[in-house]
């Protein structure tokens, strides 16, 4: 954590994750999709750290797992009755911070 404080790539992932940009399937998660590709472009463009790269990466990692689920009305793989208690919420944070 204190390696994305430190840098300004790391901050700025932090402000993305931390913005509202809805629950999993709201269309502003399409927006934040968006940003943190842009944002990956940008660190690699300027040689961020490797750990400042690897979180953003895990961060567009977990988000693309919500438009990989199936259509509204399927029921999905992941949710409250598996023990997903915060509807997958956290799961960004929980990328980024411990590097899943």
Sequence with gaps: MASLLADPFG???????????GLPGDPGRRVLRHELQQLQLRAQARDAPRSVRMAIRAALSALRAEFSLPCPGIPAAAGPERGDRDGGVGTLHRAVTTGI
């Design 11 to 21: 901050r700025q992932l932090l402000s993305l994750l931390t913005a509202d940009y």
